[in-house]
């Protein structure tokens, strides 16, 4: 089950740095526009907390079922908010005020969609434990 | 017993989905599973209209506390029943049962929830989901009220039919994406209309009092909040359940009914999709109005197929089908008839958000005031299914204090929210009712089910099985 463990850590480190980078590109537009910030840092910040709770979380647990079921929560957190960055972070209102920042978001947004639905399907086929624990 | 690990599971599952019998260990899900699909069902366009309908009648300050103090009443509610829900491991219907009688559960489920939040507001729902997909593209046929409404019910009807899996593998993915997309539309919309000063400094439309802003946040969702227990019977934890429901309706359901109330502030409508087709997100719009209506209207057909499975001969998924495709055809013929007209809708929420919490005051009457404060049985044996127990057909005492306590918060008493209303009135008549019969010696019952391995599985089902 260690191999789960490893796949699970490495994509909610992904998750956890790039969404420290997204909050950082966020805060930056703040004075710019806080009605864009404000939907971005929510894009960003969700993640983030939910990619530490779950490196806890996921340390914590011996049993593969159980280790599934973590994974797989915290995994789908990231994956529905990558799939909402994929959405918005490409519309002309961000690109004009966030230009690069908000390609280079919705490129990692896309990352973690893909990747996460990969690592739920790889997550449930090993541990057993449900696409929706 | 059921619910004890020690035991072995002796049920049989004669219905699908455990709609009769107690939930197995092995099915349990995590207080995440269920705070999701508590959201989920949360996230739908008629939430954010619930807000809109605020921004007109309140300036930020007084909405934010309507938005408050409505939603904790929803919260306390919520979470009363949702701990019952997984104490007993129980759809709403069938917890009914003890203070309704078996038939009583059917009929009052039937009412209630079967058809009210079965059938009826999964086809309100459905044609508010025309309305939605009309307004985001008018002049393409397949988008017209009518036609919307027939793919859009059939689409609501698939993880419905699948049961709480699917259910709930939808919920996990709508429900952060729901929230983020849901900001963006209040962001840019506040934005466009004139920003955070505007919505602070404006006066709303059409001023309401305190209480009809706090009755219109309780009826919005207080049908949800009293059949949590369909959901909360599937919780690993009873406090996981309550607070998953509590958390969704404090910090989610406020967020929403604010967000889309300051829309109109800044704006003077709830132009949510259309905010988001301003702003560039075009298919975040179309994704925020379909997912945001299947991840609601799936739970309510969910849960209006539940209340059938006690009479029916045929099982859960087939039932979904059937109601699927009625409520389906209920919101078509609106949507081709009555086209984009708002009148039916207001009207059933209205009704909806009177009548209904009347019937949660009887169920928390009979689980925690008679059974817990004066019967004083544990928590987890009040509402137990063992086989070989025998359940009422009819117990008379949970419809004396439900039609009063209706009747009377519905239309008779005019002064406070009618929803807590109806709810007090049947709370209080039947924890005296329960607790007078009950020292008088005096049982309201008409006839007796005895509970076999099928649970509360219909007499000519079981007969069937047995056949076969």
């Given at each position: 089950?260690?191999?789960?463990?490893?796949?699970?850590?490495?994509?909610?480190?992904?998750?956890?740095?790039?969404?420290?980078?997204?909050?950082?590109?966020?805060?930056?537009?703040?004075?710019?526009?806080?009605?864009?910030?404000?939907?971005?840092?929510?894009?960003?910040?969700?993640p983030?907390i939910?990619?530490v709770?779950?490196?806890?979380?996921?340390?914590?647990?011996?049993?593969?079922?159980?280790?599934?079921?973590?994974?797989?929560?915290?995994?789908?957190?990231?994956?529905?908010?990558?799939?909402?960055?994929?959405?918005?972070?490409?519309?002309?209102?961000?690109?004009?005020?966030?230009?690069m920042?908000?390609?280079?978001?919705?490129?990692i947004?896309?990352?973690?969609?893909?990747?996460?639905?990969?690592?739920?399907?790889?997550?449930?086929?090993?541990?057993?434990?449900?696409?929706?624990? | 017993?059921?619910s004890?690990?020690?035991?072995?599971?002796?049920w049989?599952?004669?219905?699908?989905?455990?709609?009769?019998?107690?939930?197995?260990?092995?099915?349990?899900?995590?207080?995440?599973?269920?705070?999701?699909?508590?959201?989920?069902?949360?996230?739908?366009?008629?939430?954010?209209?619930?807000?809109?309908?605020?921004?007109?009648?309140?300036?930020?300050?007084?909405?934010?506390?309507?938005?408050?103090?409505?939603?904790?009443?929803?919260?306390?509610?919520?979470?009363?029943?949702?701990?019952?829900?997984?104490?007993?491991?129980?759809?709403?219907?069938?917890?009914?049962?003890?203070?309704?009688g078996?038939?009583?559960?059917?009929?009052?489920?039937?009412?209630?929830?079967?058809?009210?939040?079965?059938?009826?507001?999964?086809?309100?729902?459905?044609?508010?989901?025309?309305?939605?997909?009309?307004?985001l593209?008018?002049?393409?046929?397949?988008?017209?009220?009518?036609?919307?409404?027939?793919?859009?019910?059939?689409?609501?009807?698939?993880?419905?039919?699948?049961?709480?899996?699917?259910?709930?593998?939808?919920?996990?993915?709508?429900?952060?994406?729901?929230?983020?997309?849901?900001?963006?539309?209040?962001?840019?919309?506040?934005?466009?209309?004139?920003?955070?000063?505007?919505?602070?400094?404006a006066?709303?439309?059409?001023?309401?009092?305190?209480?009809?802003?706090?009755?219109?946040?309780?009826?919005?969702?207080?049908?949800?909040?009293?059949?949590?227990?369909?959901?909360?019977?599937?919780?690993?934890?009873?406090?996981?359940?309550?607070?998953?429901?509590?958390?969704?309706?404090?910090?989610?359901?406020?967020?929403?009914?604010?967000?889309?109330?300051?829309?109109?502030?800044?704006?003077?409508?709830?132009?949510?999709?259309?905010?988001?087709?301003?702003?560039?997100?075009?298919?975040?719009?179309?994704?925020?109005?379909?997912?945001?209506?299947?991840t609601?209207?799936?739970?309510?057909?969910?849960?209006?197929?539940?209340?059938?499975?006690?009479?029916?001969?045929?099982?859960?998924?087939?039932?979904?089908?059937?109601?699927?495709?009625?409520?389906?055809?209920?919101?078509?013929?609106v949507?081709?008839?009555?086209?984009?007209?708002?009148?039916?809708?207001?009207?059933f929420?209205?009704?909806?958000?009177?009548?209904?919490?009347?019937?949660?005051?009887?169920?928390?009457?009979?689980?925690?005031?008679?059974?817990?404060?004066?019967?004083?049985?544990?928590?987890?044996?009040?509402?137990?299914?063992?086989?070989?127990?025998k359940?009422?057909?009819?117990?008379?005492?949970?419809?004396?204090s439900?039609?009063?306590?209706?009747?009377?918060?519905?239309?008779?008493?005019?002064?406070?929210?009618?929803?807590?209303?109806?709810?007090?009135?049947?709370?209080?008549?039947?924890?005296?009712?329960?607790?007078?019969?009950?020292?008088?010696?005096?049982?309201?019952?008409?006839?007796?089910?005895?509970?076999?391995?099928?649970?509360?599985?219909?007499?000519?089902?079981?007969?069937?099985?047995?056949?076969?």
């Amino acid at each position: 089950m260690e191999d789960v463990r490893r796949h699970t850590y490495a994509y909610l480190v992904f998750s956890m740095v790039t969404s420290l980078i997204g909050t950082a590109f966020g805060i930056s537009i703040v004075g710019e526009s806080p009605y864009i910030a404000f939907p971005w840092l929510l894009t960003t910040i969700m993640p983030l907390i939910t990619s530490v709770a779950g490196v806890f979380r996921v340390k914590r647990v011996s049993e593969p079922y159980g280790l599934g079921v973590v994974s797989i929560q915290h995994v789908w957190w990231v994956v529905s908010v990558g799939f909402a960055g994929v959405m918005f972070f490409p519309a002309d209102f961000f690109v004009k005020i966030g230009g690069m920042m908000s390609i280079t978001m919705a490129i990692i947004s896309a990352i973690w969609l893909i990747w996460g639905f990969y690592l739920i399907y790889v997550v449930h086929e090993k541990t057993k434990a449900p696409v929706a624990p | 017993m059921a619910s004890s690990k020690e035991h072995k599971y002796e049920w049989v599952d004669v219905m699908g989905d455990y709609s009769v019998v107690p939930v197995p260990d092995e099915a349990l899900r995590t207080t995440t599973a269920i705070f999701f699909v508590f959201t989920g069902v949360l996230a739908c366009i008629a939430a954010l209209w619930g807000g809109a309908v605020l921004g007109l009648q309140y300036t930020f300050t007084e909405m934010l506390w309507v938005a408050i103090v409505g939603c904790l009443i929803q919260g306390v509610i919520g979470f009363l029943t949702s701990y019952m829900g997984a104490a007993s491991r129980l759809s709403t219907y069938a917890n009914m049962s003890w203070p309704y009688g078996r038939y009583g559960a059917f009929l009052w489920g039937l009412a209630l929830a079967g058809i009210t939040c079965g059938i009826g507001w999964f086809a309100v729902e459905t044609w508010l989901f025309g309305i939605m997909m009309h307004d985001l593209m008018p002049n393409n046929l397949l988008m017209s009220v009518g036609v919307a409404s027939i793919w859009g019910g059939l689409l609501m009807m698939t993880t419905a039919a699948i049961g709480i899996k699917g259910i709930a593998f939808l919920s996990y993915l709508t429900v952060p994406f729901w929230i983020i997309l849901a900001s963006i539309s209040f962001s840019s919309g506040i934005m466009v209309g004139g920003g955070w000063e505007k919505v602070l400094s404006a006066r709303p439309l059409s001023p309401a009092p305190f209480g009809i802003g706090v009755a219109q946040v309780v009826g919005l969702y207080i049908a949800g909040a009293t059949i949590t227990p369909d959901v909360t019977r599937f919780a690993k934890s009873r406090v996981g359940a309550g607070l998953a429901w509590f958390i969704q309706v404090m910090i989610v359901e406020v967020f929403f009914l604010l967000g889309a109330g300051c829309l109109v502030l800044a704006t003077g409508g709830a132009r949510i999709t259309e905010a988001l087709l301003a702003v560039g997100v075009g298919l975040g719009a179309y994704l925020l109005a379909v997912l945001g209506q299947w991840t609601t209207n799936d739970n309510n057909l969910y849960s209006g197929a539940l209340n059938f499975t006690l009479i029916s001969p045929i099982s859960r998924r087939a039932l979904v089908i059937t109601l699927g495709l009625i409520g389906t055809a209920m919101a078509a013929y609106v949507g081709f008839v009555a086209g984009a007209s708002f009148d039916p809708f207001i009207a059933f929420l209205t009704f909806l958000g009177s009548f209904v919490p009347a019937v949660a005051g009887t169920l928390i009457a009979d689980f925690y005031v008679y059974r817990g404060l004066y019967k004083k049985m544990p928590v987890n044996e009040r509402y137990v299914l063992k086989i070989g127990d025998k359940i009422p057909e009819i117990n008379l005492t949970g419809w004396i204090s439900t039609v009063i306590g209706g009747v009377l918060g519905t239309w008779v008493i005019t002064t406070g929210i009618p929803s807590l209303n109806s709810m007090l009135i049947s709370f209080i008549i039947y924890c005296i009712l329960a607790i007078a019969l009950d020292k008088a010696g005096i049982q309201l019952v008409i006839g007796r089910y005895e509970v076999t391995k099928y649970g509360l599985a219909p007499r000519w089902i079981i007969k069937k099985v047995e056949k076969t």
